[in-house]
């Protein structure tokens, strides 16, 4: 399959909706970011790339980093972590308070930002450490995107800090229902830190190798977590990584994804690729609305769906 020549045909395809949606505005360094911009990477088993558009420009990834952190509380907690987060869609807004109360502090799924909040508070558990716990994801994602240059946008956190007044409510909540074991303060900086991370679409393709051959890097035959929790984490991509638009994202799209407001999307082709495409207009749900668009594009063009 000629995968350049469908990534650039999709390019063309998707110009003309550069202009559609908006950028994030609540995070007020994320709202400076110019819209019109477009990258999509695919990463084979082998280490073959494919790449067009602005593939080497870093953006901030935003909630893709809660792909990451779930997998290592699912590597050190196993089952025992559903007692803290359930594993069903939301259907709600990705920062709802209501929810969160109404189910008693326990977040409808890891991918919803309480869920990524609590699974930073069980890392902290784990490590013992909040800021060992923020260098031990760090080191993680270095490691399966293979490039140690990763790191975080000052600004970005900033930003994050000054305008998180939901995300601290978010965790004060769960603290209130006794499901949060740390301090508040601690795992929410470390939750803006990891979100203030800034990768490209060849960074983060990479990165999905590992879901994509059910917990090992097809690469360095690293394994990362076993098959069966790779088959969860992917499924909870599939049904909850994209908020509450995750329904028409599988009609659509049909791969697991997980976005990010940032603009970014990853998405895993089983057995065969990882998949990232960036475009920071969002759609109403907080999705990149060219992203998601490309996405279909592919899997149309292609017929890689797990469908």
Request: proline content about 4%.
């Amino acid at each position: 399959m000629n995968y350049q020549k469908i990534l650039e045909d999709i390019a063309e395809e998707i110009k003309p909706h550069l202009k559609d949606g908006h950028v994030a505005d609540y995070i007020p360094a994320l709202a400076k970011v110019d819209p019109e911009q477009f990258a999509m990477s695919l990463t084979l088993f082998d280490g073959t790339q494919y790449h067009v558009g602005d593939t080497e420009t870093l953006f901030s990834i935003q909630s893709i980093s809660k792909v990451f952190t779930f997998t290592l509380a699912l590597k050190f907690y196993n089952n025992s972590i559903y007692k803290r987060i359930g594993v069903e869609p939301s259907g709600n807004p990705f920062n709802s308070l209501v929810q969160l109360e109404y189910e008693n502090g326990k977040p409808r799924n890891p991918f919803i930002n309480a869920g990524a909040i609590n699974m930073t508070d069980a890392l902290v558990k784990h490590y013992k450490n909040a800021e060992l716990t923020y260098k031990e994801v760090l080191n993680f994602i270095k490691e399966i995107a293979d490039d140690n240059s990763i790191s975080l946008n000052d600004v970005i956190l900033k930003s994050e800090k000054e305008h998180g007044y939901r995300n601290i409510a978010l965790a004060n909540l769960m603290k209130s229902f006794n499901n949060l074991d740390n301090d508040v303060s601690e795992v929410v900086d470390i939750y803006f830190k990891h979100c203030s991370l800034e990768m490209n679409t060849k960074m983060l393709s990479r990165t999905m190798l590992y879901l994509a051959n059910h917990g090992e890097d097809p690469i360095s035959k690293k394994t990362h977590i076993s098959q069966r929790q790779a088959k969860r984490i992917n499924s909870v991509m599939l049904t909850c990584g994209h908020y509450d638009a995750s329904g028409d994202f599988a009609f659509n799209v049909g791969l697991p994804g997980k976005s990010g407001v940032g603009g970014g999307i990853v998405a895993v082709v089983p057995k065969l690729m990882g998949i990232s495409v960036w475009a920071p207009a969002l759609n109403e749900q907080g999705n990149s609305l060219v992203g998601t668009m490309a996405l279909e594009l592919f899997t149309t063009k292609t017929g890689l769906s797990i469908f």
